[in-house]
């Protein structure tokens, strides 16, 4: 079966300093994985997506994700965080389909970044 | 460009009484739509799902129900909601063909049932 997994509830990490945020999946196939960010009371934003290619994707707001493979993981992270970015995140990855295309994704539970001045 | 709109923003309901939550896409055609639940501020529980005017399949049995009258339209009711509905309703839409495209959201509606 299908699943995401984001170990972290919640990660603190001061203004300046880089960010990561974790993120595991398990997948039949090639996996299509995403990263969405919510604010409080928003619906969730589109960050970056790896589909194939390079193993680092760029994405907004100066975001980037690390795909690996051998890890099956899709970490999220930023060189250098602000307190703007301080929201709950979200990994996501694709449901595959037989002959029709649903386009359900399965999320995570996802992630409280709390970036301290 | 699209965008996609719900309303209302909030609302507030006893218990028993019916809903009805509404969601439109503009600018694209025949996309595949998206209701999720998001309760406590966390994880996202996907409620129903078209891939065409007519076409609903049903997540997870429950009190609510899905419509799609026409294609660009997406509705969430319930004949009479539970304190269990109670939550962060997303609406999200993505374009009908294709792996790589991602999910797009609405800004959500907040429920409470009291």
């Known amino acids: 079966a299908q699943s995401v997994a984001q170990p972290e509830d919640q990660v603190n990490v001061a203004e300046g300093n880089p960010l990561t945020v974790k993120c595991t999946y398990s997948?039949?196939?090639?996996?299509?994985l995403f990263w969405y960010v919510q604010y409080p009371n928003r619906g969730l934003q589109f960050l970056l997506k790896?589909?194939?290619?390079?193993?680092l994707v760029k994405g907004s707001y100066g975001f980037e994700a690390e795909f690996n493979k051998s890890q099956t993981s899709f970490h999220l992270k930023k060189p250098s965080a602000l307190v703007s970015d301080s929201a709950l995140y979200f990994c996501?990855?694709?449901?595959?389909?037989?002959?029709?295309?649903?386009?359900?994704?399965?999320f995570g539970q996802g992630t409280t970044l709390q970036v301290k001045p | 460009s699209q965008t996609i709109h719900q309303w209302p923003a909030t609302l507030v309901q006893p218990v028993g009484s019916p809903l009805s939550l509404e969601c439109t896409v503009e600018?694209?055609?025949?996309?595949?739509l998206y209701w999720y639940r998001q309760a406590a501020g966390r994880g996202l529980q996907l409620l129903f799902y078209?891939?065409?005017?007519?076409?609903i399949s049903s997540e997870v049995p429950q009190n609510l129900s899905a419509s799609r009258p026409q294609d660009r339209q997406f509705i969430l009711s319930s004949k009479k909601l539970l304190l269990s509905d109670s939550g962060f309703y997303l609406c999200?839409?993505?374009?009908?063909?294709?792996?790589?495209?991602?999910?797009?959201f609405g800004p959500g509606t907040r429920l409470t049932v009291t």
């Open positions: 999200a839409w993505t374009p009908g063909t294709g792996w790589a495209y991602e999910q797009y």
């Open positions: 997948v039949s196939g090639n996996p299509y």
């Open positions: 790896y589909i194939t290619g390079d193993n």
């Open positions: 996501a990855v694709r449901v595959p389909y037989g002959s029709s295309n649903t386009g359900k994704l399965i």
């Open positions: 600018g694209t055609s025949n996309p595949n």
């Open positions: 078209s891939v065409g005017i007519g076409q």
